[in-house]
Structure formats: structure tokens, C-alpha cells
């Protein structure tokens, strides 16, 4: 089967596991010839792989199985590397074989052989998660290579795998990552909170990640066995505001044909999650301290008062302190829900986050989608850091997942990013200047007005704080700005470093 007459010509350079250590390299061979699969195993063991094999797919499939099982004999219990697979077998195809290995162990690699190769197979086995596929006969130096290719790509998998584990044990929190010094101040105050039934308010940024927290919060309290019921505010109609918070009798208003169970009463013995508070009206303010305050409410329509046993938590992407100044948010209200405050970075303020966030999103997705990534490039790695996410983590998931389903190779690229990340930043050295932007005669260079803003305000905040030594207060003042508004700004043009 093997062709062993290209091995001794030269070519390339033999991919063997060298220095590897073969304990890390065990492969099952699945193939119906007897003659084909006792080649396959002497010519593996030669090469220094620890190799076994078995003539059916369901065969194959018991003996994975066994081995993840890890029996009583360390060496034939510990679990397979890679499958080296024929197409045509009786019973369960190698097409099939690739497909359930890819459910049930995705840890193992497949590499396909067979003598039956054409291009549509080949792509529909590469689409199936083959990481590669080689047509009999096939030559020592070919299969060397094909096999090197894969356990390396194996190896990533279980590296990045491993990786993950590490950091979510040390940095994360579910499915929120981060290990910005911010982040965890938030995972602590989480872990504190959590037990308590004490009022949560979440700040931060729309796409920083408030829902997951508050789902934390949740899952870590006493309360986990009941309900998580969420409110976005900013969605809902202030005509449907009450209604949908507190529920209705039917004939209370127009439309309203049967009696309706409102959010609180739905998340009794739970939790409820009231996000864009922010954006409740004053009279809804009202109401909703009420319950703050009574744990009780009364439906639309109702003279019926029904208490409540909700832990309440709720979120702005606005700073409060700045509302409630303005004279657009009740400070009684204010000063109810902000019991214990928790405050989430924008992803341009914590931008060492990006790779362990990458890293968590590629995983993620390559599982859902079906895809075998790896990793990706710096440089594609380096383009996102220069990127400044408005959209914040919720961009940055948008855009992973986007070059998960775009990709062509193992490794993301910059190939793979929307052009909105990779155009040069506003201001950056070969980057649109405002002026440029301003000049009729210029071509236009589309880019978010956002971004195309943020470069004279930011030259505007220098050029106040040189002029005011850099007093935050005086700066403020004279820009007309809140103190905290100033800060934050300035921390995300990164001035709050050149303070002296």
C-alpha cells in the first residue's frame, strides 16, 4: 500500500515526532485490508508513533471510547491523538466514522485515506473536520508530512483547550472573561454579592457584558433553582413599560383582552434583570420604587396588591450621577438600587482582554460552527488591539464569529476582519484626518461618525487640561462636563497616562 520508493529520493524532509515525545502521539488505524492496516501500523511504530488498529467503524468507535474511559493498563488506556481512516469499509462509512468522532471526541484528529479519492470527496471531508486527506498509494514522505501537519494541529487544539481552562479558572466567570485589574475587581464584588439578596446596579457600556453579569450574580446565589427573568427597558414602549413590569387585568386599557402576568410576578423566588434603566420615565421611576421599597405592586387596572419575592437587578449605560444632576433621574431611585455598584470597563479601556476574549470566541464558535481553528495570526491579533470597539465585547463577538464562518485555514487572518478593523484609526499615521474628512475635494473614506469625532474631541480635552494644569475640576468646568464624564473620557484616549 505504502509507496516507499519517494522516501529515499530526498524531497522533503521527513516530519517525524523527533524530539516529540511518542506517548504524545497514539493513533488508531480503521481499515477492512488486514494487509493495508498491519502496513500502516509497522511503518507508524517506525516512525516512532505508538499505533493500533481495527477493521470496522463501530469497531473503532468502542476501542475511542475505551480508551477515554483510561482502564487499569496506562498505555492502552490512554486515549488516541489521531484516527487514520479508509473511505469504503462495510457497515459505517469512513465519511461517517469522521462525522460522529467529530461529536463525540473532538479532542482527536482525522486524517482520511483511501483509494477512491476524487475533489468532491476530498471537499466534503475537509468540510466534515478531516484534517486532511490522502488518495492510495500513498508515499512515506507524504503521509509523514500529512501526519505531522495534523498532530501539530491537534496539539493546538489541546493547547488552546488547556489555555482556556487556565484562565477561566483564574480570570473568569462563566462565560465572562477578562484579567483587567477591573475585571477583577468585578468578579470579586460578583462573588460577594451573590449570596446576599441586596440590589444590584451594573454600569457600564452597551456590549461590555452587563446581562452576563447580572446572569452571575444569579447562578451564584441562593436564588439559582428559580427564574431569570430579563427587562430591557430602552426596547419596550413607555405605554407597554407598566404593563410588561407588572402585569395587567384584562379591560385595563385597549387591547388588553385576558389578564397578563407581569415580569416581577414571573421571576418570584428569582431573579429579575431590569436593563436601560436610564431610559424609564420619571412617573415609571416612581412606580418602580415603590416596589423597590414594598416589594409589593399592583397590576394595571388592578386594585389587587400582590407581593413579590424578586431579587432585583438593574443596569445603565449611562452614568446615573450624571441623570440624576440633570434633574433626569430620581436621586431617591438612585439611591435605592445603587446598593452595591458594579462597574464594567468599555473594551478599549482593558485592551490586554483582547487575546484571552479571541482565544474564548474561537473556541466557542469553531465548536458551533463545526470548524477546526486553531488559532490566529498576530497580525490579525494586532489590527483588533489598534481597534477601538465602540460596540465593545458585543462587536468583538460579532466579529469573531464572522471570521469563524469566513475562514479558509486553521488560522484566522486579517483576510478573515470586516474592513471596519483593519482602515487605519482617525488621526494615526496614514489614517483620514477631520480636514480631509471635511473637504468636499477628497474622496470619501466611509468610517462611523463616532470614530470621526473622537479625534478633535480629543485634541479639544488636551489642549483644556494644558490650559488648566491639568485640574480635572477646572477642565471639567470649562468644558461644561461632569467631573466623572471628563475622567472617563480621558481614560479612553488614554490622557489620563500623560497626567503629571
Not at 402576568?261 to 414571573?266: H, K, L, N, T, Y
Request: glycine share 8%; aromatic share 6%; net charge negative.
Amino acid at each position: 500500500m505504502l509507496n516507499r520508493a519517494a522516501s529515499a529520493s530526498g524531497g522533503e524532509p521527513p516530519v517525524t515526532p523527533g524530539t516529540q515525545d511518542p506517548a504524545a502521539a497514539r493513533i488508531l488505524i480503521v481499515d477492512d485490508d488486514p494487509i493495508v492496516a498491519d502496513s500502516l501500523v509497522e511503518f507508524l511504530r517506525n516512525e516512532g508513533y505508538d499505533p493500533a488498529s481495527c477493521a470496522s467503524g463501530a469497531e473503532a468507535l468502542a476501542t475511542l471510547e475505551e480508551a477515554e474511559r483510561r482502564g487499569e493498563a496506562p498505555r492502552a488506556a490512554r486515549p488516541f491523538n489521531l484516527v487514520l481512516c479508509d473511505v469504503a469499509m462495510p457497515g459505517m462509512s469512513g465519511m461517517e466514522l469522521l462525522r460522529t468522532v467529530a461529536e463525540r471526541f473532538p479532542h482527536v484528529v482525522v486524517v482520511i485515506l483511501t483509494g477512491y479519492g476524487t475533489i468532491e470527496s476530498a471537499v466534503e471531508a475537509i468540510r466534515r473536520g478531516a484534517a486532511d486527506y490522502l488518495v492510495k498509494p500513498v508515499v512515506d514522505a507524504e503521509l509523514r508530512l500529512a501526519l505531522g501537519k495534523a498532530l501539530r494541529q491537534q496539539a493546538l487544539l489541546a493547547e488552546n483547550k488547556a489555555l482556556k481552562e487556565r484562565l477561566d479558572e483564574r480570570f473568569g466567570l462563566g462565560n465572562i472573561v477578562g484579567r483587567d485589574y477591573r475585571m477583577a475587581k468585578a468578579f470579586e464584588l460578583i462573588e460577594a454579592v451573590a449570596p446576599s439578596k441586596a440590589t444590584v446596579l451594573v454600569t457600564g457600556e452597551s456590549g461590555t457584558g452587563k446581562s452576563l453579569l447580572a446572569r452571575a450574580i444569579h447562578e451564584r446565589s441562593p436564588r439559582r433553582a428559580g427564574p431569570f427573568v430579563e427587562m430591557f427597558c430602552g426596547s419596550i414602549p413607555e405605554t407597554l413599560l407598566e404593563s410588561e413590569l407588572f402585569g395587567h387585568v384584562k379591560g385595563a386599557f385597549t387591547g388588553a383582552h385576558a389578564d397578563k402576568q407581569g415580569r416581577f410576578v414571573a421571576a418570584g423566588g428569582g431573579t429579575i434583570f431590569i436593563d436601560e434603566i436610564n431610559s424609564a420615565s420619571p412617573a415609571m421611576q416612581l412606580k418602580l420604587l415603590r416596589v423597590l421599597q414594598e416589594r409589593r405592586l399592583e397590576p394595571v387596572g388592578s386594585t389587587r396588591t400582590i407581593d413579590v419575592d424578586v431579587r432585583v437587578i438593574l443596569a445603565s449605560n449611562q452614568p446615573l450621577e450624571d441623570l440624576v444632576a440633570r434633574g433626569e433621574f430620581r436621586q431617591d431611585l438612585y439611591y435605592r438600587i445603587n446598593v452595591v455598584k458594579i462597574e464594567l470597563p468599555a473594551l478599549r479601556e482593558r485592551t490586554g482582554d483582547i487575546p484571552i476574549l479571541v482565544r474564548h470566541f474561537i473556541e466557542h464558535f469553531a465548536s458551533e460552527y463545526g470548524k477546526t481553528i486553531a488559532g490566529i495570526a498576530d497580525s490579525a491579533l494586532d489590527a483588533l488591539r489598534r481597534h477601538r470597539f465602540p460596540g465593545n465585547v458585543r462587536e468583538l463577538q460579532n466579529i469573531i464569529e464572522r471570521a469563524v464562518v469566513l475562514a479558509r485555514s486553521p488560522t484566522l487572518t486579517e483576510q478573515d476582519l470586516p474592513a471596519s478593523v483593519l482602515s487605519p484609526e482617525i488621526g494615526a499615521p496614514g489614517g483620514s484626518s477631520l480636514g480631509s474628512l471635511l473637504d468636499e475635494s477628497s474622496p470619501w473614506d466611509p468610517i462611523p461618525l463616532e470614530r470621526a469625532l473622537e479625534e478633535p474631541e480629543k485634541r479639544i480635552i488636551l489642549k483644556a487640561l494644558k490650559a488648566n494644569n491639568w485640574n480635572r475640576q477646572a477642565t471639567a468646568d470649562a468644558l461644561q462636563i461632569n467631573r466623572t464624564t471628563l475622567y472617563k473620557k480621558m481614560k479612553g484616549y488614554g490622557l489620563d497616562r500623560m497626567a503629571g
